[in-house]
């Protein structure tokens, strides 16, 4: 990173200045240094949506939303989606580069060998009703695994950081699993070692008691790339929310928690369920004109959930790789979903809408993946649960930088206060 020209800033009604450093990172924007700007001129900024705003440096993953480029590590996306697995994505996500074969076996063996939950933790689900959302059940399971490690999580401790990321990476899918079994009422599956991760994942989802299930190369391959697709991206508000919390020095499974919770919000890891709902209200292509000119009516608070983003205002690169693979993989499962059609008539009414072409807004990660989940069998409330899983990756691995990184402060952002002045208290009797 380097810190080259310097921009004056000068307040023509104080005549106060200053002058702050730009810094440049490896690829991207130039970032104006404001670290000063409140000693020097009295003033805060103000970017309630942090729409341009850099919040840390990371060396973990790239956007440029104009071109749609998405990195990790410098590798792009379409490349690790094609030759990659999410296992080996999240050992690059952790470490920076790509596992020698020996380096990723072991990782892999990690993983492995710390898949299962305390038993203890099993007994918590009957503290929930049946129909609690699997998020709900996620959130709090997470959360409550600090009960369980409280003797290895001192969060300045390398060797502790690293064991916290491998019992999450591998607690997730067991977790998750649990979630959903729960909520169907079937008893919880151990996970199999002699299984690859994400085999592993759908066997303690859908085998049953009475017979064994067979598992579906097919299947397997789509969950593992939907989990490449959803290991990371930047600054996000699920990751803001873990390195936010991180900073304050607690643990790294309240920090993980944190997360899930931020991703559940429909603006952001929630809208893939949103997304099926609305295909499913919309119910046939006959109806997207409708469901488009309420999307753009502003006393309509309806929404086009999946499209849309911050940072892209070009096509997500994730959803383009979405779209071929949902075409591809319902083929090859023999699934014919009419909502797909629906969708494709929605993307297309809305593409050549002015409405959304001036406002660059384009399908996003989550508009097809729903479609996917669904032909996988996996309910739609559990689809949240799903960017969860993969998003354990990017979350765990931001938080381990932060810790790494000298000096790293807590995150205390300021305000504009518009409230009462200061004022003297009044007596009841005299209100
Ligand atoms: C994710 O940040 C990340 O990287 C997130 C994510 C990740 O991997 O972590 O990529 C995952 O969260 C993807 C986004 C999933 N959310 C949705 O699909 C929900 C629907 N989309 C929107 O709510 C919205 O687009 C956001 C939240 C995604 C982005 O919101 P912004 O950047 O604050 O944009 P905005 O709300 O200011 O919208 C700009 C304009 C507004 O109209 P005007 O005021 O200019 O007239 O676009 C309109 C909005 O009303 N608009 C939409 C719309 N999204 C924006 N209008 C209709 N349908 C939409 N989906």
Redesign the pocket.
């Known amino acids: 990173m380097s810190e080259s020209k310097i921009v004056k800033l000068v307040d023509e009604s104080t005549n106060r200045s200053s002058e702050l450093p730009l810094l440049s990172g490896t690829l991207g924007p130039a970032c104006i240094d404001i670290g000063t700007l409140y000693k020097d001129t009295g003033h805060f900024t103000y970017d309630p ?1 942090y729409g341009s705003t850099a919040s840390t440096k990371s060396a973990i993953t790239y956007i440029d939303g104009d071109k749609g480029v998405l990195l990790y590590r410098g590798y792009p996306i379409e490349q690790l989606a094609e030759k990659s697995t999410f296992l080996e994505t999240s050992y690059l996500l952790l470490n920076g580069e790509l596992p020698t074969k020996d380096q990723f076996s072991k990782f892999e063996h990690d993983i492995t060998h710390h898949t299962m939950m305390h038993e203890s933790l099993k007994d918590f689900f009957k503290g929930f009703h049946h129909d609690a959302h699997p998020m709900a059940m996620l959130a709090a399971s997470v959360a409550s695994l600090s009960a369980f490690y409280h003797d290895d999580i001192d969060v300045d401790d390398a060797d502790d950081r690293k064991l916290a990321a491998i019992r999450l990476i591998a607690k997730m899918p067991t977790i998750a699993a649990a979630c959903y079994r729960y909520s169907i009422g079937w008893p919880f599956r151990y996970p199999r070692n002699n299984l690859e991760y994400v085999d592993r994942f759908l066997h303690m989802m859908f085998e049953v008691p009475s017979e064994p299930l067979e598992l579906s190369p097919v299947a397997a391959k789509a969950l593992d790339l939907l989990f490449i697709l ?1 290991a990371d ?2 600054q ?3 990751t803001s929310t873990v390195r936010l919390v991180g900073s304050t020095g607690a643990n790294p499974y309240a920090s993980i928690a944190a997360g899930i919770t931020a991703l559940w919000g ?4 929630g ?1 893939n369920e949103a997304v099926l709902e609305m295909l499913q209200e919309i119910g046939s292509a006959d109806k997207v004109e409708t469901a488009v000119k309420r ?1 753009k009516d502003k006393n309509d608070n309806f ?9 892209y205002k070009n096509f997500d690169p994730r959803a383009k790789i979405i779209r071929e693979m949902t075409h591809k993989v319902l083929g090859e499962l023999g699934v014919n979903d009419p909502l797909l059609e629906v969708a494709m008539k929605l993307e297309e009414a809305a593409l050549k809408d002015d409405y959304f072409v001036e ?1 660059k ?1 384009y399908p ?3 508009f097809y993946s729903g479609i996917i989940y669904k032909a996988l069998g996996i309910p739609t409330e559990m689809f949240t649960v799903m960017f969860a899983i993969a998003r354990t990756a990017g979350w765990i691995a931001h938080w381990i930088e932060q810790h790494e990184t000298p000096g790293a402060r807590i995150g205390r952002p300021r305000q504009i206060y518009t409230g009462a002045d200061v004022r003297d208290y009044v007596a009841a009797d005299k209100r």
Do not use: C, I, T
């Not at 429909?266 to 890891?269: D, I, L, S, V």
């Open positions: 949506g959803h991206h930047e996000n508000a699920s429909p603006a952001h890891g809208a999307a929404r086009l959930m999946g499209f849309g983003h911050r940072v406002r807004l996003n990660v989550d």
